[in-house]
């Protein structure tokens, strides 16, 4: 106890106003899965938007190279209660996605796939004005496999469960469907500032 109000007050007076509660900050970046990484083979990779069970767009990971980029630069929070600061991500936005899809943004929600049977739900609107992207890098690298590479979504805003490792597509939706975690207790939206993690919360 005394070590941690030690540890507490060593912290610069920023860190605590940017740390959401419940949350400490960690220098590291730890690896959390369901299991071990799928193989993600760029030659077979295919990005593809759907709305409901119809195929909108597919994109080839040389196609999904050549779209506009963007680049974000901020803090993540994990629902086991770690915070990492300063991280940097590039990769497509969804306003990006949508516009080269030729279609406005669906009203609703979205279920984000990966390749390793993971999925997840976010609201359509927390996804749209530069909130979220379907990153591609890391600190300027391709995204390591343990972090999701090739492609993984990202939604710094909230919990990073919903940031959707190794993703291979998003699925329009008129209901809240329940995601993996979403479905073993995890709460529908995540907002790790109204300490959102699970249901009821
Ligand atoms: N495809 C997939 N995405 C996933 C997961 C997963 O098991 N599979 N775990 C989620 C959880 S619970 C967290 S906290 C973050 C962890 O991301 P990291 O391993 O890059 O820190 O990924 C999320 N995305
Ligand atoms: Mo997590």
Redesign the pocket.
């Known amino acids: 106890m005394v070590t941690r109000g030690f540890v507490g007050r060593r912290q610069p007076p920023e860190t605590g106003a940017r740390l959401p509660p419940g949350q400490y900050l960690t220098q590291d970046?730890?690896?959390?899965?369901?299991?071990p990484n799928?193989a993600v083979d760029l030659a077979t990779w295919r990005f593809t938007l759907r709305e409901g069970a119809r195929p909108i767009t597919s994109w080839t990971w040389a196609e999904f190279e050549a779209l506009p980029r963007t680049a974000w630069h901020g803090d993540?929070h994990?629902?086991?209660k770690w915070s990492k600061f300063d991280t940097d991500w590039e990769g497509v936005s969804i306003d990006d996605l949508l516009a080269a899809a030729g279609i406005a943004a669906p009203t609703g929600y979205l279920l984000a796939e990966?390749?390793?049977?993971?999925?997840?739900n976010v609201p359509v609107a927390d996804l749209l004005g530069g909130r979220a992207m379907v990153a591609t890098r890391y600190r300027g690298e391709p995204i390591h496999p343990?972090?999701?590479g090739p492609a993984?979504?990202f939604v710094p805003h909230l919990?990073?469960?919903?940031?959707?490792?190794?993703?291979k597509g998003l699925r329009f939706t008129q209901e809240d469907t329940a995601g993996?975690?979403e479905l073993r207790g995890y709460h529908m939206y995540g907002d790790p500032w109204r300490e959102q993690r699970y249901i009821g919360d």
């Open positions: 970046f730890p690896i959390l899965q369901i299991g799928p993540i994990c629902v086991t990966s390749y390793d049977d993971y999925s997840t343990d972090h999701g993984r979504l919990y990073f469960w919903k940031s959707a490792k190794w993703v993996y975690w």
